[in-house]
């Protein structure tokens, strides 16, 4: 065939609904993520302590495997109380604090590069918005963190309530809507100032290493502030200290900050308000150097 006949023609195919077509910058993000061996050996090492925690709980009500491992149940009911603090503390979190590395780990790739390398008005230039560059993102870490957070929870959860009885479920039930509201929230305000930083940085070293700075320095401040002042406000920029009084409010448990639940929500707030605008400054089509 001549060459003058291979004329340009127009992608004729399907197109995706304009609502889901953030999901193709996920779907390739969540690739790159699972390129590396490294990440996925610690991204299923994640999923150890639910394992631990799930035989913890299959023992507590099969007498044969007892029998068999010379454990007697009585000990193990007194150790392992599967309650509301066994899925506040013992895992959700730990299972938040590995939410945190992946995070640290995976967050800057997602956008440093497209940044350095001048690829916004790629993506802007399709029917893409920064909205849906952003959402799509941001869905990436969320996917990550969900699956090692409050989808195992709820896993545990149901096989608890199926374990124990309507008894326990009805005296229990806040616990589910309760991991996943706090894994929720711990996801926006890890993931939402990880991406900003990236996308101001450009270097992912470099952003990793400015997350982990402001994380330190909130704390030390924060610490200082309490100790000096005596005063309840310093944790405000204490992310654990925050995160550990939103999971005492929403799970309805006492919390060991002295911290209220409107400042807890507030400093969560403003934290991922803050963050979503300087990231949103960052992804533009052009940018203008003086």
């Not at 790629?122 to 952003?134: E, F």
């Not at 806040?174 to 270097?203: F, G, Q, T």
Request: a positive charge; one cysteine or more.
């Amino acid at each position: 065939m001549a060459v003058y006949d291979h004329g340009y023609k127009g992608y004729d195919g399907p197109l995706m609904p304009a609502r889901s077509r953030f999901l193709v910058i996920s779907r390739y993000g969540l690739r790159e993520a699972f390129a590396s061996r490294l990440f996925l050996a610690f991204f299923a090492f994640c999923f150890a302590w639910p394992l631990v925690l799930l035989g913890a709980m299959y023992l507590r009500y099969n007498a044969e495997a007892l029998t068999l491992i010379n454990l007697d149940s009585a000990d193990l009911l007194e150790f392992v109380q599967v309650n509301t603090w066994f899925f506040q503390s013992v895992f959700l979190r730990n299972q938040l604090m590995l939410g945190f590395v992946v995070v640290l780990v995976t967050g800057p790739s997602l956008v440093s590069a497209d940044l350095r390398n001048q690829a916004m008005p790629l993506y802007l230039s399709r029917p893409l918005t920064r909205t849906d560059y952003v959402l799509g993102k941001l869905v990436v870490l969320g996917v990550l963190v969900s699956a090692i957070t409050w989808a195992p929870g709820l896993l545990l959860f149901v096989i608890q309530a199926s374990l124990g009885g309507r008894e326990w479920l009805l005296e229990h039930w806040r616990i589910a809507p309760a991991m996943v509201i706090v894994s929720a929230v711990w996801i926006l305000c890890m993931s939402l100032p990880m991406l900003a930083i990236a996308a101001w940085v450009k270097w992912k070293p470099w952003a990793r290493i400015v997350f982990l700075g402001l994380i330190v320095s909130g704390s030390a401040l924060g610490e200082f502030y309490k100790e000096f002042y005596d005063s309840w406000l310093g944790s405000m920029v204490v992310a654990f200290d925050v995160a550990d009084a939103l999971s005492a409010s929403v799970f309805g448990t006492q919390g060991t900050v002295q911290m209220p639940d409107t400042a807890a929500w507030f400093a969560a707030a403003a934290l991922a308000s803050l963050s979503a605008a300087l990231l949103y400054r960052r992804v533009r089509a052009f940018e203008v150097v003086k």
